[in-house]
């Protein structure tokens, strides 16, 4: 049997509760892994949000994936400096997860989840060291 996820596995997370993280070593455009989820609307998706606690990805312009009951992919956590990105698969409404960068074994898989609302107080490690170089810099003068 073969395991859709067998080169991630979920542990705790440096940014948020629990991650992603590589059980392998990924090249950079190398497809991490390939997931599905619940086909809805936009009229559904805006429905979902406004409920909270939904993981829903864009997959066209009529077309959201819902991974909700996924146990895996809703922990893929935001960074401003992701190391992958999601593209559509050719297999319909399939999305791909897909390293940007050379990704180790034991990394955490991230993604800039694209909307406004995640910078204003976001938690990556790259927006952290942001802020600490930014207040050792202010310190100084």
């Not at 067998?6 to 590589?22: M, Q, T």
């Not at 694209?114 to 100084?140: H, M, V």
Request: with cysteine; glycine share 4%; charged share 30%.
């Amino acid at each position: 049997m073969n395991n859709k996820y067998e080169n991630i596995y979920v542990a705790d997370s440096k940014i948020h509760g629990k991650g992603i993280l590589a059980k392998k070593r990924f090249g950079a455009d190398e497809i991490v892994c390939e997931f599905t989820g619940e086909i809805i609307d936009e009229k559904e998706c805006v429905q979902r949000e406004k409920e909270g606690n939904v993981y829903i990805f864009w997959y066209d312009d009529i077309v959201y994936i819902d991974v909700s009951k996924d146990e895996t992919i809703k922990n893929l956590n935001h960074s401003c400096k992701p190391n992958c990105r999601i593209e559509a698969s050719e297999n319909d409404y399939h999305l791909l997860i897909i390293a940007n960068e050379k990704i180790n074994q034991n990394d955490e898989i991230t993604i800039d989840y694209g909307y406004p609302e995640i910078y204003i107080n976001c938690l990556c490690s790259y927006c952290k060291s942001k802020a600490k170089r930014q207040e050792n810099q202010s310190t100084f003068f």
